[in-house]
C-alpha cells in the first residue's frame, strides 16, 4: 500500500517527534552547548586536564544521580554494551553464569557468555517475549545476569539480589535502556552497566559500569588468574584509568560531553526520583491510551512489567504498522519501529527522561488521527 498523503494537524504534533529507543531524542540546545563551550575540548589531547575534567564530570553525575555507596566505582571504556558482555566473560565471570533471559538483549549477553571457550556452559532461565525471567538461586554459578530494561520487549525487572544468594555470586545487570530511568538500589548489583545513548541522550560508542567492591575484587582475582585478557578487555586497567579521568584508549570527547550536560540537568532536576517520575508520566500517557483504544493494546500482559522507558504496543492485524509508521515518519514522528525480529504488529516508543509525557500523549493523539483516515 503506498504511503497516504495525510497531514497530521500542526496542534496535535508532539513539540518534538523523536521516539527512539536508542540512540534517543537529544534535547534541543545541547548540540548548540557542544559548539559553544564543548568546542574547545575537540581536538586536543584526552591526556590533558580539560578531557580530563570532562570524564570525571560524568563520573561525579553518574555517581551524584545513582546515590553511589562511596565504596563504588563509576568505570567507563570503549566499545559499548555489546563490547561490554564480552568484557564480562573475560573479566567478571570466573567460571559459570546464570542468564535470565526475557528478549534478545538477554539472548545476546548469554550468547557471549556461551561462545567464551573458559568459561562452563552457562545456566539460562528463560520467559517467553513479552513476559519476564528472573535469576534464581544455582550453587553452581560465581554471577547472575540480567536484563534491567528488555528493550526488544518493553519488559522492565526488579534489580534485587536472588535469595539465597551468596556474597561470591555476583549480580550483574545490563542496565543500557533503564539506567536513569527507571528506579535503582545500586547496593543490589554488583555490576550495572549502560551505554550513553538512551536516557543519557548521547551518541553511543562507550560503555560506563558502577562496580560494587565486589566486582572490583573479582575483577583483580580473574586478571591475576592467568587467564588470557586482550587489552580491549582490560576492566583492572579501565578502573585504573578511570580514576585518573582515562580511558584505556581514546574515547569519542563529543560523547562524553553530550552525556555530562544531559547529567547536569538530570540532577538539577531532581535525579534518579525526577527522572523515574518524568517516565512513569510518559508510560501512564501510553498504556493508559493503549489500554482504552479500540485497535491498540499494551504488549506486556502484565502491568507491572511495562516499562517505563520503552513501551510497546500492539495494533489490530487490520491496521498495517508500515503505513502507519509511514505516515508518522512524513510528519516528522519517527523511530517507532518495534524490534528487529519481534514478529507482532507492534509500535514501540522510547519514553526516556528527555521524552515530555505531554510529546507521549500528543503521539497517541496523532496516531489516532492517522488511524481514523487510513
Ligand atoms: C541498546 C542496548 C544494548 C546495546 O548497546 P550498544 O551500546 O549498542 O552495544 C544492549 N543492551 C540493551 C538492554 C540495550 O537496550
Not at 32 to 54: C, F, I, N, W, Y
Not at 177 to 193: K, R
Not at 297 to 321: C, M, N, Q, W, Y
Not at 335 to 352: F, K, P, S
Request: proline content about 7%; overall charge negative.
Amino acid at each position: 500500500m503506498p504511503t497516504p498523503n495525510l497531514q497530521i494537524p500542526a496542534d496535535l504534533l508532539p513539540a518534538d517527534g523523536r521516539f527512539g529507543s536508542g540512540p534517543s531524542k537529544v534535547p534541543a540546545g545541547r548540540l548548540e552547548s557542544l559548539a559553544a563551550t564543548g568546542a574547545s575540548l575537540m581536538g586536543t589531547s584526552h591526556r590533558q586536564q580539560p578531557v580530563k575534567d570532562l570524564v570525571q564530570r560524568v563520573r561525579t553525575g553518574l555517581r551524584e544521580l545513582f546515590s553511589l555507596p562511596g565504596d563504588y566505582e563509576v568505570v567507563l571504556g570503549n566499545g559499548g554494551s555489546v563490547a561490554f558482555f564480552d568484557l564480562l566473560t573475560y573479566a567478571i565471570v570466573r567460571e559459570r553464569s546464570q542468564h535470565a533471559v526475557f528478549g534478545e538483549f538477554g539472548r545476546k549477553f548469554a550468547a557471549a557468555s556461551s561462545a567464551a571457550p573458559w568459561l562452563a556452559e552457562p545456566a539460562v532461565v528463560e520467559a517467553a517475549p513479552g513476559g519476564l525471567a528472573l535469576p534464581a538461586y544455582d550453587a553452581g554459578v560465581d554471577v547472575y545476569a540480567w536484563t534491567h530494561n528488555e528493550t526488544s520487549t518493553g519488559v522492565m525487572a526488579p534489580v534485587e539480589r536472588p535469595k539465597g544468594a551468596t556474597a561470591d555470586q555476583l549480580t550483574v545487570l545490563d542496565a543500557t535502556s533503564a539506567a536513569g530511568g527507571l528506579p535503582l538500589d545500586p547496593a543490589a548489583a554488583d555490576v550495572y552497566f549502560f551505554a550513553p545513548q538512551k536516557s543519557f541522550a548521547s551518541d553511543g560508542g562507550l560503555w560506563l559500569a558502577l562496580l560494587s567492591p565486589a566486582a572490583i575484587a573479582r575483577a583483580e582475582e580473574i586478571a591475576a588468574s592467568g587467564r588470557h585478557i586482550p587489552a580491549f578487555f582490560d576492566l583492572v586497567g579501565a578502573i585504573k584509568q578511570s580514576h585518573a579521568g582515562q580511558t584505556v584508549n581514546t574515547p569519542a570527547v563529543a560523547t562524553l560531553f553530550l552525556m555530562a550536560e544531559q547529567l547536569d540537568w538530570m540532577n538539577a532536576n531532581g535525579g534518579l526520583a525526577g527522572m523515574v517520575e518524568r517516565t512513569t508520566a510518559s508510560a501512564e500517557a501510553l498504556y493508559t491510551w493503549a489500554e482504552k483504544s479500540s485497535y491498540a493494546a499494551p504488549f506486556v500482559p502484565e502491568p507491572a512489567h511495562r516499562s517505563l522507558v520503552v513501551g510497546t504496543v500492539d495494533l489490530d492485524p487490520s491496521i498495517d504498522k508500515d503505513v502507519l509508521r509511514a505516515v508518522l515518519v512524513a510528519n516528522g514522528v519517527v523511530d517507532l519501529d518495534a524490534y528487529r525480529g519481534i514478529g507482532t504488529n507492534q509500535l514501540r516508543v522510547g519514553m526516556y527522561p528527555a521524552v515530555d509525557a505531554a510529546d507521549v500523549a500528543a503521539l497517541t493523539a496523532c496516531i489516532d488521527w492517522v488511524v481514523e483516515r487510513l
